[in-house]
């Protein structure tokens, strides 16, 4: 990962964390001009706050009386304040500083862990240095055409357009559920059939809801993977790893056309069975039949797929001549 793209991310935090302590500053020093009272009352709960702290280090053990009478006075304090604001027409936190974060208050960081909003920016940052996010502007559920399948039966299966409303359908229900759901979702069938479409379709509507999406085709996925690897600094391999295992949906595209090594197959379990113990969501797709999952893939990993994804399978016509031809 590029430590100048980290430099600049960190950086952004800095400004947003300076820029909130600074405006609840103003607002503070607004306030203790119109309601001199409420600097009074902050005095207050500073001077008790130190003298809880100084309780605490002489007297730990004989200090609890005065501990809990110090406590007592402080939210007394506080609610006294409380009042004195909404009386006055502002809410309780009105003096709080407003991140943007409020679980991390914009540092980027919970408990030397990245925050969730940081793994977001990185994904904002792969998606605007890809072509995907203007894509996602015409691939989505806005633009799904059941007209480009056929009505007709498809041997002893019903027609495509009828199976392909089925998919929708549950690709929907997917995400509605999305938080509660454990199940992924695999799609198989030919190529041109719309299983890339389906899948910016569902990214786009998680990305909207503000959940983190990942899309990789899968040679790009493992590529990405040896790139981090071989990269001097080893902590480029973990930060990459990081964001594919932790992101609330993994796309892997075209599973089945990265090259087949013991090292893109351990990369791939690794990835696969984190995120499934982890309880986190893949949409994998392939135009590889099941009988080719299972001859080309280990038992490990393709009895993962078979076990915790919901198998759709695409079929029909490529619909990329009649989506030309219509247009």
């Known amino acids: 990962m590029n430590e100048n793209i980290i430099h600049e991310i ?86 709080e500083p407003k991140y943007e974060c409020n679980i991390c208050k914009d540092t980027g960081y919970v408990n030397r862990k990245r925050c969730k909003c940081f793994d977001q920016k990185l994904i904002n940052i792969y998606y605007k240095q890809s072509s995907i996010a203007e894509i ?3 691939e989505n559920f806005s633009n799904f055409n059941f007209e480009y399948y056929s009505d007709k039966p498809y041997g002893d299966k019903p027609s495509p ?27 198989y069938g030919d190529s041109g059939l719309g299983k890339t479409f389906l899948a910016n379709c569902i990214a786009k509507e998680l990305l909207d809801r503000g959940k983190s999406v990942i899309y990789r085709t899968a ?33 892997i595209d075209d599973l089945g056309t990265e090259s087949i090594t013991a090292f893109s197959l351990q990369e791939f379990f690794n990835i696969l069975n984190t995120r499934l113990l982890l309880g986190k969501k893949f949409i994998i797709s392939t135009n590889l039949l099941l009988s080719e999952i299972m001859a080309i893939y280990p038992e490990r990993i393709y009895s993962r797929i078979f076990g915790h994804f919901k198998l759709l399978n695409f079929y029909g016509e490529d619909i990329r001549l009649k989506r030309k031809m219509i247009i």
């Open 10 to 95: 960190l950086k952004e935090y800095e400004m947003k964390r300076d820029r909130a302590l600074k405006d609840a500053l103003n607002r503070k020093n607004k306030l203790y001009k119109e309601i001199p009272e409420l600097e009074k009352i902050d005095e207050e709960i500073k001077k008790v706050g130190i003298e809880i702290t100084q309780s605490i280090f002489k007297e730990p053990e004989n200090g609890r009386e005065l501990l809990n009478l110090l406590k007592e006075r402080l939210n007394n304090l506080k609610k006294k304040k409380a009042y004195l604001l909404e009386s006055n027409g502002y809410p309780e936190d009105y003096l």
């Open 219 to 251: 040679p790009d996925l493992i590529e990405g993977l040896r790139i981090n690897k071989l990269n001097a600094d080893s902590s480029s391999y973990n930060e990459y790893l990081e964001l594919l295992k932790e992101c609330d949906l993994l796309i």
């Open 161 to 187: 357009r009828s199976n392909m409303k089925n998919i929708v359908e549950f690709s929907l229900n997917f995400i509605k559920n999305f938080d509660t759901t454990a199940e992924s979702l695999f799609f």
């Open 136 to 138: 996602l502007k015409k």
